[in-house]
């Protein structure tokens, strides 16, 4: 099986997506994936500045958690994105993370399936497809990997309202079962 890295981008206490995600991450258990978590929440994530030094020296000239985030990321089969959905896009925090990782493009990085599972209070079937078409975008660029799937989870807004959302728990566990 797979050694899978979920990264829970919501800053949220009692967050729906890191409820949701929770379940998935059982899912994927059962499934006998070896799977670590990281959140985002209370992680030190400065901005890329766009200096592309990491081209060359494949790590990053900003100190942050970012450097050990990446770290995770190029080390791991499978990458699973768990983000809100802010404005019909993904967390900020997710996008700023996106272009931290940039010193793994020109590494020998493992991953090959990467995954977005969202929530939103809207309930639209068109809502997670910016967010799907930027993670998408990331993938692109890494020619040994692609975009597996996504879930995405709507009508969930208040605070800690996913913990009785019986469906959309169910449909988390399912999905982190099918992860390669």
């Given at each position: ?11 949220r206490?009692k ?11 059982e899912?994927?258990?059962?499934s ?9 929440k ?18 990053c000239?900003?100190?942050d958690?970012?450097?050990?985030i ?8 499978t990458?699973?994105?768990a ?8 967390s900020?925090q ?9 010193p793994l ?12 599972f969202s929530?939103?209070?809207e309930?639209?079937?068109f809502?997670?497809?910016k ?13 040994k ?8 989870c709507?009508?969930?807004?208040d ?12 449909e988390?566990?399912e999905?982190g079962k099918t992860?390669k």
């Open positions: 099986m797979s050694k899978v890295l979920v990264i829970s981008t919501s800053l206490a967050s729906n997506s890191d409820i949701l995600t929770e379940k998935l991450i899912g994927a258990k059962a006998g994936h070896d799977v670590e978590h990281i959140s985002l209370g992680k030190n994530i400065g901005f890329c500045i766009g200096c592309l030094a990491c081209q060359n020296t494949q790590k000239v900003i100190g958690d970012a450097v050990e990446a770290e995770k990321v190029k080390n791991a089969d990458l699973v994105f983000t809100p959905i802010y404005y019909y896009e993904m900020g997710m996008k700023t993370l996106l272009d931290r990782l940039n493009y020109p590494s020998d990085y493992k991953f090959r399936n990467v995954y977005m929530v939103a209070a309930d639209e079937e809502v997670p497809q967010a799907i078409s930027g993670l998408q975008g990331w993938v692109d660029c890494f020619e990997a692609e975009f597996s799937g996504s879930l995405f709507g009508g969930i807004g605070m800690g309202e996913a913990s009785g959302k019986t469906e959309e728990l169910n988390a566990f999905f992860l």
